[in-house]
């Protein structure tokens, strides 16, 4: 399985607040891409209120990328609501 990770954001949202940290993964991610290190890449983009932007999955193996969204779902459970 690959290595994932959790990049937490810290506070609230707030105009522009983030926008150096996406940028930066993003980078990070063409760059593992560039290097061939990816099979499949998924993207949800969230605007400052909370709403989707888009959201996209080139494809692959599907059920990977089902249970990477589980574990990040169950760690945000986690840490959001189970941790109160």
Known sequence: M???KVV????KAQPGHDSQE???LLEEALQMARDGNCHSLAIIMLS???CEIDCWHSGGRPY????AIEALKADFIHTNIEAR
């Open 8 to 11: 937490p954001f810290s506070g």
């Open 2 to 4: 690959s290595d994932l």
């Open 48 to 50: 400052d209120d909370g």
């Open 22 to 24: 996406v940028i930066r």
């Open 64 to 67: 990977v990328m089902i249970g």
